[in-house]
């Protein structure tokens, strides 16, 4: 198995919605990989269509910058729509 | 920052229920006992397909094969899923099934006990399983992200596999005299092995206050025995068989069953390797490592001839 690369599987549970990440396998090539994830995530009708990619092709964000990159996001209250007070003799927007 | 801050701030984490995700930092300690501990467990649901599989070709009609043939799949599932949370620790699969075959890692010893009648497969779907429920809940909390994802899709799994145990019992307790001594005798040769899966006593279990703190359990040894005995004691009751222990009492006091001492002597015996059939579950799992090595290779070259193809007919193009 040294030689198989590992690889994320991503399933569709439902038509219309995001593939979404369930786990990882290694096989030893993209069609494999394919098989073992049909075979391993979706045994109880758990997806309708299936993505895997090579593990080492995902690059990551660091944890480290997690405080740089999401708090900014924290006081730009004005980007919900909560911020905006609307007349009360508004009662659709 | 020190290690000494960065050890506060991870338990502080901890402590908020946050998960703890692969690249995180972790201290050495954490990661080197979840590797023991998820690796390990992958261990025991691959050798846990053994004394099952024993009896697929002899299962009593199609229906109990097709059920027993799923359930036995769910557990190279779990293998599976749990190997990949290990992985993300930074052990490699080869270096865990490396141990496994070399005798070095440990895996559940229930698993080396034999699977003599069908009653054998009930009770294992409803002891063995059950226990393992009770054991693997709480560990969908765990601390660690992968390992509580994992989890979580084991113990979707799980359910089945017990009502598939007491299914096969129930029908053998209504059928003949004989069936129902059959189920008798399982039942008394699998609840002791059972109730020593949740591990020593709280007292002989050194690094159970160490896990508890890094929420990697969330309940003792004992607690869970405890939770199992109780849960399994009326279970038994509908079945109309005996467990064999003549001290299980309800403890009206307490509100739980009092149950008999485990012979721990026994449980160390087989954790030693000296249990009925490690030797033959460990020659079995390198037996099937050995003579799938040309399925492997052969896939690998496979994979290579197909990666060359493309190569060359872009270049061609
Ligand atoms: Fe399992
Ligand atoms: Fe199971």
Redesign the pocket.
């Known amino acids: 198995m040294k030689d198989w690369p590992l690889y994320e599987v991503f399933i569709r549970s439902k038509n219309g919605l995001n593939h979404k990440h369930v786990g990882s396998l290694h096989a030893a090539d993209p069609q494999m990989a394919i098989q073992n994830a049909r075979d391993v995530y979706t045994r109880r009708n758990e997806g309708v269509s299936i993505w895997v990619v090579e593990a080492n092709h995902i690059t990551s964000s660091n944890p480290d910058d997690a405080e740089a990159l999401y708090d900014p996001a924290m006081d730009k209250i004005y980007r919900h729509p909560t911020f905006y007070e609307l007349p009360d003799a508004l009662k659709h927007m | 920052m020190s290690t000494h801050s960065l050890e506060d701030r991870f338990q502080s984490r901890v402590d908020n229920e946050e998960k703890i995700e692969p690249r995180d930092w972790m201290p050495d300690a954490y990661r080197k006992t979840l590797v023991r501990q998820i690796s390990q467990h992958a261990h025991s ?1 691959i050798v ?1 397909m053994l004394p099952e599989g024993n009896w697929i070709t002899r299962a009593p009609s199609l229906k109990r094969k097709l059920a027993l043939l799923a359930k036995i799949q ?2 190279a599932g ?1 293998g599976l899923y749990l190997y990949s949370a290990a992985e993300t620790l930074g052990v490699s699969r080869d270096e865990m099934l490396d141990q496994l075959h070399t005798g070095k890692a440990k895996y559940s010893s229930i698993f080396n006990y034999p699977t003599l009648t069908w009653a054998d497969i009930g009770a294992i779907g409803w002891l063995v399983d059950g226990a ?1 429920i009770m054991n693997q809940v709480p560990l969908c909390r765990a601390s660690y992200g992968p390992y509580a994802r994992a989890m979580v899709r ?1 113990c979707k799994e ?1 359910s089945f596999h017990q009502r598939q145990g007491y299914d096969i019992l129930l029908t053998m307790c209504q059928g003949s005299e004989e069936q129902k001594e059959m189920v008798q005798d399982a039942v008394n040769r699998w609840w002791w092995p059972s109730l020593m899966m949740f591990g020593p006593n709280d007292d002989a279990s050194p690094n159970s206050a160490q896990s508890l703190k890094w929420k990697i359990k969330r309940f003792s040894n004992d607690e869970l025995r405890q939770k199992f005995v109780d849960a399994t004691v009326p279970q038994a009751e509908i079945l109309g068989i005996q467990l064999p222990d003549p001290l299980l009492q309800y403890n009206e006091a307490r509100g739980h069953y009092d149950f008999g001492p485990i012979d721990w002597e026994e449980f160390f015996q087989v954790v030693a390797g000296n249990g009925p059939c490690n030797k033959e579950r460990l020659a079995a799992r390198v037996k099937a490592h050995e003579e799938g090595a040309w399925v492997r290779e052969a896939a690998t070259a496979y994979a290579e001839k197909q990666k060359n193809k493309v190569v060359s007919s872009a270049s061609v193009a």
């Open positions: 649901e846990g769910d557990e779990h393992a084991v799980e």
